[in-house]
């Protein structure tokens, strides 16, 4: 199995160090390389600056309280909002082949990541801040690792595999 299956965590404290702008524009043409129904290439990205990045999790501390999405979303260097372009049927599905290519691109080259679905629950709030008029699918956490986390469990392969 590829080490970056293997090795990847969501992380969820990191180092308030800035990374390398390539870094990031490196991990987007990973994901970009993803397939997607009809070659459609549904998704759009947003990297947000700090002052949004901020209001974004001002703002679900506001709603939800204190919680570690919204603390991880103030520490990290970068977030990318992560949209789908139209509604055609498998948009969904190439969007998320587009973030499981950039997870494993950031494992490889040593960054840590947190996708984050949970933005969709302000998603009006966002979309005032940032005037996109495309649908917000989720939000990528982009930055260096400050922990290093034990793999969460899985199911066994037989557990979720029937033979017919
Ligand atoms: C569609 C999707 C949405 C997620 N949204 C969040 C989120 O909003 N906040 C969060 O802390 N983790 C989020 N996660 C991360 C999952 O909690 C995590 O992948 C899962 O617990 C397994 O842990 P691992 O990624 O370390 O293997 C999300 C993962 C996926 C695939």
Redesign the pocket.
């Known amino acids: 199995m590829l080490k970056e299956i293997q090795n990847?965590?969501?992380i969820?404290n990191y180092k308030k160090n800035i990374i390398d702008k390539q870094d990031v524009l490196d991990i987007l043409t990973a994901g970009i390389k993803a397939p997607s129904a009809k070659n459609n290439q549904p998704w759009r990205f947003v990297i947000v600056n700090d002052e949004i990045k901020n209001k974004i999790s001002n703002k679900m501390v506001e709603l939800y309280g204190p919680n570690?999405?919204a603390e991880?979303i103030e520490k990290v260097p970068y977030l990318i909002l992560i949209y789908n372009k139209d509604n055609e049927y498998f948009n969904h599905l190439s969007i998320g082949a587009c973030i499981e290519n950039m997870l494993l691109e950031a494992e490889s080259i040593g960054l840590g990541t947190?996708?984050?679905?949970?933005?969709k629950k302000i998603e009006d709030y966002v979309k005032e801040l940032v005037n996109i008029d495309y649908e917000l699918v989720?939000a990528l956490a982009i930055g260096i690792k400050n922990e290093n986390?034990v793999?969460?469990p899985r199911l066994n392969l037989e557990e979720v595999l029937i033979y017919k």
């Open positions: 990847r965590r969501s969820r570690k999405t991880v947190l996708w984050i679905g949970y933005i989720s986390p793999a969460r």
